[in-house]
């Protein structure tokens, strides 16, 4: 398994400029959900997904949007990247939230500088 | 708003001692409390987790405590070792589907 994999690991962007970040899983999980990671900030929530053609904003949605057509990708798309976008985006998946075995798998992360 | 805080941004200890990391929260609806490890460049990684129902969750050198009517967890590392060096989150969730994080406390410790 090659668990959760993101890509690209790194990118800069400019002003105005839109990109897709990618995220696929092969374990079959349910859930899937998009971090970001700012210097010295915990993980925020931007928007996460229950299932197949099911998604819902987290805690930091704006300026983002997210698909998720099958159960392995879910890709994160910025339109019209600002500065303040510039961040770490972590991608993770779980099975459920609700069995206490199961917990979320990270991707390595990919970082994001809008210059 | 920061709903679950950790507030020591580092924490330095030697070899074969105790390391106690510590987190609150605000939110009385949290059930589920997780911590994560994260080395550089790469993603958090699951460590340990906690149910409300319990006060006490043990796996190897790892234990979480949980302390309802504080609204506070910690996690204890015993002993010690140069590997445990990273960066823990605490994060929680209220059987909803969202994980709130902690910002981290960067543990280093001194062989």
């Known amino acids: 398994n090659a668990g959760v994999t993101q890509t690209p690991k790194f990118r800069i962007l400019k002003i105005g400029q839109s990109m897709t970040l990618q995220c696929t899983q092969d374990m079959n999980h349910n859930y899937m959900y998009w971090y970001r990671q700012d210097p010295g900030m915990g993980l925020k929530l931007i928007y996460y997904s229950v299932g197949a053609g099911i998604t819902d904003k987290g805690e930091v949605p704006n300026g983002y949007n997210v698909s998720r057509s099958t159960t392995e990708d879910f890709p994160l798309r910025l339109e019209l990247a600002a500065p303040s976008q510039t961040s770490v985006y972590f991608c993770?998946?779980?099975?459920?939230?609700?069995?206490?075995?199961?917990?979320?798998?990270f991707g390595p992360g990919t970082r994001l500088l809008v210059l | 708003d920061q709903q679950v805080k950790q507030n020591s941004p580092s924490l330095s200890v030697q070899e074969g001692r105790i390391s106690i990391l510590n987190c609150d929260y605000t939110n009385s609806m949290f059930d589920y409390f997780l911590w994560y490890k994260k080395y550089p460049a790469e993603g958090p990684t699951f460590l340990i987790s906690i149910s409300s129902i319990k006060d006490k969750n043990e796996d190897g050198r790892f234990t979480v405590f949980l302390n309802k009517s504080a609204k506070h967890l910690s996690l204890h590392i015993v002993p010690s070792q140069p590997g445990d060096s990273a960066v823990y989150f605490c994060?929680?969730?209220?059987?909803?589907?969202?994980?709130?994080f902690g910002t981290g406390t960067s543990l280093t410790v001194i062989p």
């Open positions: 993770a998946s779980s099975y459920s939230v609700w069995d206490l075995q199961e917990t979320q798998y």
């Open positions: 994060a929680a969730s209220d059987t909803g589907n969202q994980f709130y």
